[in-house]
């Protein structure tokens, strides 16, 4: 006996100029009215415990190591450039991530608020003051309900004190 067998698989994925996209038979509707938003990340992301307020942004606690930060995405589904502000410090450099259901879409570690890690700055807050940066998360697709994270770690370069993953924020803005 004689057999043959053919096996096919085709995908298409097209985007109308409604801006609706498919893939494989089903459809999925991006909002072409969806606007920026800012979500804090004092009021709208569920953390663990080791967070509290430092120095006007949201830090862990010295000697929590590490936490995170969810926040499931309010927003219309669509493309969003994804920008996190951040509270840098003279004496250290956290480790972050934010990821999207579970996938990193950025990892790194802090700048300084000066040139280089300062163990000793008298006076910091004149001398030596945290500065709010942006970092830029790339562009992705997010769909409303996905569960956007922030992972922050303290790091103690200096010893005693240390630095401690201050963040205010995360802004979706949309694109086309």
């Given at each position: 006996?004689?057999?043959?067998?053919?096996?096919?698989?085709?995908?298409?994925?097209q985007?109308?100029?409604?801006?609706?996209?498919?893939?494989?038979?089903?459809?999925?509707?991006?909002?072409?009215n969806?606007?920026?938003?800012?979500?804090?990340?004092?009021?709208?992301?569920?953390?663990?415990?080791?967070?509290?307020?430092r120095?006007?942004?949201?830090?862990?606690?010295?000697?929590?190591?590490?936490?995170?930060?969810?926040l499931a995405?309010?927003?219309?589904?669509?493309?969003?450039?994804?920008?996190?502000?951040?509270?840098?410090?003279?004496d250290?450099?956290?480790?972050?991530?934010?990821?999207?259901n579970?996938n990193?879409?950025?990892?790194?570690?802090?700048?300084?608020?000066?040139?280089?890690?300062?163990?000793?700055?008298?006076n910091?807050?004149?001398?030596?003051?945290?500065?709010?940066?942006?970092?830029?998360?790339?562009?992705?697709?997010?769909r409303?309900?996905?569960?956007?994270q922030?992972?922050?770690?303290?790091?103690?370069?200096?010893?005693?004190?240390?630095?401690?993953?201050?963040?205010?924020?995360?802004?979706?803005?949309?694109?086309?």
């Amino acid at each position: 006996m004689f057999g043959l067998v053919v096996c096919s698989l085709m995908v298409s994925c097209q985007e109308s100029s409604s801006g609706e996209v498919t893939s494989g038979g089903s459809s999925e509707t991006f909002s072409s009215n969806n606007t920026t938003a800012t979500y804090s990340a004092f009021n709208d992301f569920n953390c663990t415990s080791g967070w509290s307020n430092r120095d006007g942004a949201l830090g862990l606690t010295a000697g929590a190591g590490s936490g995170t930060c969810d926040l499931a995405f309010p927003g219309g589904s669509g493309k969003y450039r994804v920008s996190v502000k951040i509270q840098t410090e003279f004496d250290g450099k956290p480790i972050y991530r934010v990821s999207l259901n579970g996938n990193t879409i950025k990892e790194g570690t802090y700048p300084t608020s000066t040139r280089t890690v300062q163990c000793r700055c008298d006076n910091w807050r004149k001398n030596c003051p945290d500065k709010n940066v942006v970092v830029d998360a790339g562009v992705h697709v997010i769909r409303t309900g996905d569960v956007v994270q922030f992972f922050g770690e303290e790091v103690y370069p200096c010893g005693k004190h240390g630095a401690y993953a201050k963040w205010h924020s995360i802004t979706f803005t949309p694109v086309k």
